[in-house]
């Protein structure tokens, strides 16, 4: 099963920018999303962004215009460029590789910390 590890997390003012990476052990041509979820203390887990083996792109309305999901499949690297980031988009957010289209996700990163400051 491949492995995903992220990286890129840390604390930020708000109104500064994170990008997040996500490398998996091998090649991610093959599945059919990646995406990056985030889970707040005290709340669900939500998927922020998602990006599909055809380049599709989808985003949660609280990120919509502050976050760009892009992957390089020679890199095996998925990447969340976050901008104007708010107090709210503090959480652990994690990478996570879907199968096929109707699988849920199941492929997990073990995530990585975003703080931001107000």
């Known amino acids: 099963q491949v492995q995903l590890v992220e990286s890129g997390g840390g604390l930020v003012q708000a109104g500064g920018s994170l990008r997040l990476s996500c490398k998996a052990s091998?090649?991610?041509?093959?599945?059919?999303?990646m995406g990056w979820y985030r889970q707040a203390p005290g709340k669900q887990r939500e998927l922020v962004a998602q990006?599909?083996?055809?380049?599709?792109?989808t985003y949660v309305d609280s990120v919509k215009g502050r976050f760009t999901i892009s992957r390089d499949n020679a890199k095996n690297t998925v990447y969340l460029q976050m901008n104007s980031l708010k107090p709210e988009d503090t959480a652990v957010y994690y990478c996570?590789?879907?199968?096929?289209?109707?699988?849920?996700?199941?492929?997990w990163g073990q995530g990585t910390q975003v703080t931001v400051s107000s």
């Open positions: 996570a590789a879907r199968n096929r289209a109707l699988d849920p996700f199941g492929s």
């Open positions: 091998g090649s991610i041509f093959s599945f059919n999303a």
């Open positions: 990006i599909t083996s055809l380049g599709s792109k």
